[in-house]
């Protein structure tokens, strides 16, 4: 029988807690993956943000700090899919990978961290979340970014597909997308939360107060508020899993001095790991990713990698803080 058949024979959807992702010495365990897909097009298709996080010794900071990581994953099409046509398409096929990566992940009890490329990636972890879940309409997503991301091809000012993955994710558009990346059913809209969200499009504003969609801002970031805490409950209590996925633009632009998408007035990386160690103090929430690092000559001195560093390490002290009963 193969390893990961024998993990899902064993695994019960819902019931997954701190006992099972921390092991026998009290290491948290982290699968970490790869995502160069970008999905952008008339730009270099592939980039190597995740390869640059990698590189910097995020494993052994890790292990340093009482985890147990298993070897980083890496995400890449056949050489048959490497040859179709479409930039959306492979990004698709990509996504469809990622997501077998991440159901793979959660079944075996370890703390999915994905290293991302940029955003389009949310919809393929939501694809393996949903994969694992109970029912398919049982996940949750925790979106902290600068910008919505709930545009539609109808409603962009850019045409960036960065800008629409959580639309796409909720079922507004983009379904061939969203079906190849192993979202099969959109997630619904009261399972969507938007945090730090300050730069919206006119008509993305729109569409985010017809969906009603959940916020939380800069402030509730920064005192830790108890909104944060009732946002958390009500999600846990309305699913089986939820994924928190940052993109690097949502913090002070001094952190992220090399990225081209900052908005003013963002928390700092140290104030937003402190949120991010609260979510995951949730049992429910079981998969952290983190886009649009800056990377190479953009980052010359590691400013943002450190950032970024901090956010994931975030994710494992909230798991460590989980009341074991």
Request: charge should be negative; charged fraction near 20%; hydrophobic fraction near 45%.
């Amino acid at each position: 029988m193969r390893w990961a058949a024998a993990v899902a024979l064993l695994w019960v959807p819902g019931l997954l807690n701190a006992q099972r992702v921390v092991d026998a010495e009290g290491r948290v365990q982290v699968a970490m993956v790869k995502m160069p897909y970008t999905g952008s097009r008339n730009v270099v298709e592939l980039s190597d943000v995740p390869a640059y996080l990698e590189r910097g010794g995020i494993a052994a900071l890790l292990e340093d700090r009482g985890a147990a990581v298993a070897p980083i994953g890496a995400i890449d099409l056949t050489p048959e899919q490497k040859r179709e046509y479409g930039t959306w398409h492979r990004m698709g096929m990509a996504n469809g990978h990622l997501a077998d990566f991440v159901a793979q992940s959660v079944r075996a009890q370890h703390l999915h961290v994905g290293l991302l490329a940029n955003c389009t990636s949310l919809i393929g972890v939501l694809g393996g979340l949903q994969q694992v879940a109970s029912s398919s309409e049982r996940i949750g997503l925790v979106f902290i970014d600068a910008h919505g991301d709930f545009n539609t091809p109808e409603t962009t000012l850019s045409g960036m597909l960065g800008g629409m993955p959580v639309a796409v994710a909720a079922g507004l558009g983009l379904h061939n997308l969203r079906n190849e990346s192993g979202l099969s059913t959109p997630i619904p809209t009261e399972n969507i939360v938007l945090g730090a969200a300050r730069d919206l499009d006119p008509l993305e504003r729109e569409l985010v107060a017809e969906h009603r969609l959940t916020r939380f801002s800069v402030d509730d970031i920064r005192s830790l508020s108890p909104r944060l805490h009732r946002i958390m409950e009500d999600l846990s209590t309305r699913t089986d899993l939820i994924y928190v996925h940052i993109d690097m633009d949502v913090l002070d632009p001094a952190e992220v001095p090399g990225h081209p998408l900052t908005v003013a007035d963002g928390p700092t990386s140290q104030e937003l790991a402190a949120a991010v160690a609260l979510m995951f103090t949730y049992e429910k929430t079981v998969a952290f990713g983190v886009a649009s690092t800056p990377a190479n000559e953009r980052d010359p001195d590691g400013v943002s990698r450190a950032a970024a560093y901090r956010l994931i390490q975030g994710a494992v002290d909230g798991v460590k803080r989980r009341t074991l009963p």
